[in-house]
């Protein structure tokens, strides 16, 4: 059986919320109290992740967006963040009828960098979380889990968030894991973006210490219809410590992209 998990919280018209690596839906939780008199929320929990972490689905981007598309409404639009962002990305280039509106959080079409993409996370650094992942998968997720919040104002909150969110759920699989590492390091869509027939916002953490704002705002440039927005003093969840930010950004681009 290839159904994923869903939370669906809320009111109004449809949007489908995507997490990054070694998370799970829960963790949007304050941006969900922001939404939900708004927008009714599916919120997906990726193969091997939270309440998905039996699920025998690969975590690649064709199975999880044809999975994801198979149990949410037709016609909503999809928010991705970091890992969640690339297969959001992907649906909508593929499928622009069923998801016409996209909004990125602090994501990119190429994770790491390259002779032509130095806005990108150094090989070498994503290098020691792929050999970590194999010696010792927990070690490994807190490093991550420590860039995601360095930065940020309210970094010591945030980390503290992180760390209480990602087994609230029990343990991801390490398989995915590994399965998740390899997808952002192997994906590129950049060649794509300018292809891209939905309108788009990039939605990027001034102090994102993963994602550089300067690469998401390199990628927005390349896609027609896009809108890049920086949040200051955010890290890389920046739902979890400047939601209303968040919220409202979304709000506006969705009451524009439906308009």
Do not use: K
């Not at 990054?20 to 939780?29: K, L, P, Q, S």
């Not at 990305?89 to 998801?99: G, I």
């Not at 209480?164 to 398989?175: S, T, Y």
């Not at 990027?204 to 993963?210: E, I, K, P, V």
């Amino acid at each position: 059986m290839n159904a994923l998990h869903l939370d669906i919280v809320g009111a109004g018209p449809p949007l489908v919320v995507l997490h990054g690596w070694a998370m799970h839906g829960g963790i949007f939780a304050p941006l969900v109290e922001r939404l939900r008199d708004h927008r009714t929320l599916y919120l997906v929990d990726l193969p091997g992740h939270g309440y998905s972490r039996h699920s025998p689905l690969p975590l690649a981007l064709a199975p999880c967006a044809q999975a994801i598309a198979a149990q949410v409404p037709a016609g909503a639009p999809w928010c991705g963040w970091s890992l969640g962002g690339l297969i959001a990305l992907y649906a909508a280039l593929q499928t622009p009828t069923a998801v016409p509106a996209l909004a990125l959080l602090c994501a990119t079409p190429r994770f790491v960098d390259g002779p032509d993409w130095p806005q990108g996370m150094p090989q070498h650094v994503f290098d020691t979380f792929a050999q970590g992942l194999a010696q010792d998968w927990q070690a490994t997720v807190d490093r991550f889990l420590a860039l995601e919040a360095f930065g940020s104002d309210h970094m010591r909150e945030e980390m503290r968030l992180l760390r209480d969110a990602v087994l609230a759920r029990g343990a991801p699989d390490p398989r995915v894991l590994d399965e998740g590492l390899r997808l952002l390091a192997q994906t590129d869509l950049r060649q794509s973006l300018p292809s891209l027939a939905v309108p788009s916002l990039w939605l990027a953490g001034r102090r994102d210490r993963l994602v550089n704002p300067q690469a998401m705002q390199a990628a927005a440039a390349q896609a027609p219809g896009a809108r890049y927005l920086a949040i200051e003093h955010a890290g890389h969840a920046p739902f979890l410590t400047h939601a209303d930010a968040v919220a409202e950004a979304l709000l506006d681009f969705l009451a524009g992209a439906r308009a």
